[in-house]
Each structure stands twice: as structure tokens, then as C-alpha cells.
């Protein structure tokens, strides 16, 4: 049994008659809740742009706690497909249907909404498991999972610019905001990409493994990574942020280049991160400033000192390299060694020691263990 197929086995709710969609060349997912019909716009010219054959999987989805007036846009979203396009079947709570040489398959999940706790987490993994049983089936040609939202506008070239190779789990594209009319809001959200750019450019200057954007509408996954990771996190927020943690630990993450994703600097109340939570701050007179370039200074120390540790490194010897690697960069070695305890950093280093066979071995899993999510706090705490 493949990857995949034990995935789908184990992880993946069971879709009906899904050995009756057709086969593609693309799988692209979006999440939707509470949009307007004229999303599809965008995706309409995508695949009007696109030669191969593509499934398109929309989770039309709401939250057990949504307002009345969201459940009914979600109701007017599912009468337009039914209108819109041309039925190919129906089964359970999932419709198939034709667009050009295309396919659009829309997943009810606002019918009997989600639990509000999962939320878009659970919306993303439901049609990400809908395309992995696709790929169980060997319905889908290219191994990649393109996951995106209903506020992208697509470069011609999207799905022609991921190239899957076996060590790859997942892609980005780079992206950058609308523009509101607002001042206010134009400058804010131009404020808000810096800061976002500069917490990237950090990472990559001090050479961490996880210096890449988390922007859920910007990327592209291996199945077969997926499979790994046991799929999207069923979170309200940040699933995102910590779906790509979790791949980022089974394979390479690939920075794609040209054309940006153009997405919507919109306001937003659906959840407490992101460009919508952001642009909301901005009205509430938050300014995003860039970070600070010594937090990524006391980082690339740690990061340095890890690269060099050989099993027989004692860790009075580790704390001697963080005080010289400090003082060549003018740094307070107090205040590193404090921060790296308060995360139980040598205890995992002897934890580690005991548990691996040589020196590549302990880096590796001293790297993983400082994931993205405790470079995060890292970097806050010497950004304060």
C-alpha cells in the first residue's frame, strides 16, 4: 500500500462515488466561507488560461457558531454552481460538475456546518482529502495539491511552475496585496507586507531551515508529504503556519519566483491572524514595523553553534561557543543562554546525545526540535 492510499485508509473521510470524477492533470483546493459568487471569476480566468485538464475542488464551508446572513451567502454560492455549470453527478454532499475541459467539484459543508474550533483547517484538509483519494485513484498526473483561497487573483503560468521531484514537499508562490483606496489602509498593508518580508529575510540571513512565508493561499504540496504529515491541522487559525512546520521536517520547502499571487488586502473578523485581523489593527492605529535585525542575530548564533556540535561536545563546551560567538557580534550572551534555558534547549541537547548515532544525526534533531514554531517565539522575545 502506497503513502497515499494508507493515508486515505486511515486519515481521509470516505467520498462516494469519487471513482466517477474524471481524470486531470491539477488538483486545486479552495476553502470557502461567506463569498461572494464573483470569486469564481478568478478562477474561471485561470482556467480559461489553462490548456490541461483541471479538478477543482471548492469546500463551500461554515462554522457551527456562523451568523445567519454568512450561512446564507454560502447557500446563494451552492444554488450558483448548480446554475453556473453543467452537472456531471451528484453524491452525498459533494456535486461534480463540467467547466469547459475542466471539472469543479463542490463539497457541502455548510449544510451540517463544521465545528467552529476546526474551521478553515478542517474546510482545507476535507478538500485536500477529497484530492488525495484522487491521487489514490491515479486520477490526478501532477503530484502537487495547489491549496489557495477564494481571494486570488492567478498568474497565467500557476500550475505550470511547480515541478515535483521526490524531496519536495511543498512550494510557494510569492505574493503581494491590493491596494485599498483607503491612505490608511494602502499604507498599512504595504507596512504589513515589509513586516512579514523582514521576519523572512531575518530567518534567511541567520540561516534557519524555516525561512519561508506561511500564507495558506500561496502554497503547493507534495501528496505524498501530505500523506506524511497526516494532512492539515484541524485548526481555527494559523493551519497554515503550522501545516508548512510540519512539512518542512519531511522534505524541501521551494520558493517559487515570477509573477506574484495578487491577493486582497481585505478587512477581516474570521480569524485572529492574517491580513484581514492586520488591516483591522491598522484602523485601530497599529503600525507594522520592520524586526529587529539583533533577534536574528542571537538566532544565527544558535544556529551557528548547532551546525559545529559533534556527539562528544560537552554542553560546558556549547555554552562556552555561545558566549564567543555573542561577544564577535557584540551580543549579550546572558540573555541568549537565559532564553535558550527558559526553552529547555540543554536539556533536549543531552536528551539528544543519548539518542542518535553521530554528530549529523544530533544537528538534525536539535533542528527539528527548534521548528518554526519555537523560532517564532525566539525571535519575538528578542524583537521586545
Known amino acids: 500500500m502506497t503513502q497515499i492510499k494508507k493515508y486515505c485508509s486511515v486519515h481521509a473521510g470516505c467520498f462516494e462515488q469519487i471513482e466517477k470524477v474524471n481524470k486531470s492533470d491539477y488538483a486545486l483546493v479552495i476553502p470557502c466561507f461567506s463569498e461572494d459568487v464573483s470569486f469564481f471569476e478568478n478562477v474561471e480566468l485561470l482556467l480559461n488560461r489553462t490548456q490541461e485538464?483541471?479538478?477543482v475542488v471548492v469546500v463551500i464551508n461554515a462554522p457551527d457558531n456562523a451568523a445567519p446572513e454568512d450561512v446564507k451567502k454560502n447557500q446563494i454560492l451552492l444554488s450558483f454552481f448548480k446554475e453556473r455549470l453543467t452537472l456531471s453527478f451528484q453524491a452525498n454532499n459533494y456535486s461534480v460538475h463540467e467547466f469547459d475541459h475542466h471539472q469543479v467539484c463542490v463539497v457541502d459543508k455548510t449544510t451540517i456546518p463544521l465545528p467552529h474550533k476546526s474551521g478553515v483547517g478542517l474546510a482545507r484538509k476535507i478538500g485536500c482529502d477529497f484530492a488525495m483519494q484522487l491521487f489514490a485513484l491515479e486520477k490526478i498526473k501532477t503530484q502537487a495539491i495547489f491549496v489557495s483561497d477564494a481571494d486570488v487573483v492567478f498568474?497565467?503560468?500557476?500550475?505550470?511552475?511547480?515541478?515535483?521531484?521526490?524531496?519536495?514537499?511543498?512550494?510557494?508562490?510569492?505574493?503581494?496585496?491590493?491596494?485599498?483606496?483607503?491612505?490608511?489602509?494602502?499604507?498599512?498593508?504595504?507596512?504589513?507586507?515589509?513586516?512579514?518580508?523582514?521576519y523572512v529575510d531575518g530567518l534567511k540571513r541567520a540561516g534557519s531551515p524555516y525561512a519561508f512565508h506561511t500564507i495558506g493561499s500561496t502554497m503547493v504540496i507534495h501528496p505524498e508529504a501530505y500523506a506524511k504529515v497526516r494532512g492539515f491541522p484541524k485548526r481555527a487559525a494559523a493551519e497554515d503556519f503550522y501545516m508548512l512546520n510540519k512539512l518542512a521536517k519531511?522534505?524541501?520547502?521551494?520558493?517559487?519566483?515570477?509573477?506574484?499571487?495578487?491577493?486582497?488586502?481585505?478587512?477581516?473578523?474570521?480569524?485572529?491572524?492574517?491580513?484581514?485581523?492586520?488591516?483591522?489593527?491598522?484602523l485601530d492605529g497599529k503600525e507594522y514595523n520592520s524586526y529587529k535585525a539583533s533577534a536574528f542575530d542571537y538566532l544565527s548564533v544558535w544556529l551557528r553553534v548547532v551546525s559545529d556540535i559533534q556527539l562528544d561536545t560537552t554542553q560546558a563546551q556549547l555554552l562556552s561557543s555561545l558566549r564567543n560567538c555573542c561577544e564577535e557580534m557584540d551580543l549579550d550572551p546572558a540573555a541568549l543562554i537565559q532564553q535558550l534555558e527558559e526553552m529547555k534547549a540543554f536539556e533536549l541537547f543531552s536528551q539528544a546525545k543519548s539518542q542518535v548515532k553521530d554528530a549529523g544525526g544530533l544537528q538534525r534533531y536539535i533542528n527539528t526540535w527548534f521548528d518554526g514554531f519555537k523560532t517564532m517565539k525566539f525571535i519575538r522575545v528578542f524583537n521586545a
Open 155 to 198: 498568474p497565467g503560468d500557476y500550475f505550470s511552475r511547480v515541478v515535483p521531484q521526490n524531496a519536495d514537499a511543498a512550494w510557494i508562490f510569492p505574493f503581494k496585496h491590493t491596494r485599498d483606496s483607503n491612505p490608511l489602509l494602502a499604507k498599512g498593508i504595504a507596512d504589513y507586507e515589509t513586516f512579514l518580508q523582514s
Open 53 to 55: 485538464k483541471v479538478c
Open 250 to 282: 519531511v522534505g524541501s520547502i521551494t520558493q517559487l519566483t515570477g509573477a506574484p499571487l495578487v491577493l486582497q488586502g481585505r478587512l477581516s473578523h474570521r480569524v485572529p491572524f492574517g491580513t484581514g485581523h492586520a488591516m483591522n489593527k491598522v
